[in-house]
């Protein structure tokens, strides 16, 4: 099974960007679904952005316009691009995997935006 580990998490101010990166131990070219997912205290996990094997995304309307995933298959990473960030955006955030009907999550990373 593929393990994931999340990076680029940090403390930024509104307004600011950051880039996190999701490095799978093997793989995920086979990956059914790619994705990130973000967790507030006190709230449930939400979904924030996916990307499909074709390369198409998909991206929750409360990030739309500021967040953008993409990967690369060579090395095996996902990203996450944000761009203008806001105080509601602190988080941790998760990437997840499909792969092989198995679903992997990875352990997160801290995101705190402050105001």
């Known amino acids: 099974q593929v393990q994931l580990m999340e990076s680029g998490g940090g403390l930024v101010q509104a307004g600011g960007s950051l880039r996190l990166s999701c490095a799978a131990s093997?793989?995920?070219?086979?990956?059914?679904?790619m994705d990130w997912h973000r967790q507030a205290p006190g709230n449930q996990r939400e979904f924030v952005a996916r990307?499909?094997?074709?390369?198409?995304?998909d991206n929750a309307n409360s990030v739309k316009g500021r967040f953008t995933i993409s990967r690369d298959n060579t090395e095996n990473t996902i990203y996450l691009q944000m761009n203008n960030l806001k105080p509601e955006d602190t988080a941790v955030y998760y990437c997840?995997?499909?792969?092989?009907?198995?679903?992997?999550w990875g352990q997160g990373t801290q995101v705190t935006v402050s105001s």
């Open positions: 997840r995997v499909v792969l092989g009907g198995v679903v992997t």
């Open positions: 093997g793989s995920i070219s086979g990956a059914s679904v």
């Open positions: 990307i499909y094997p074709s390369g198409s995304t």
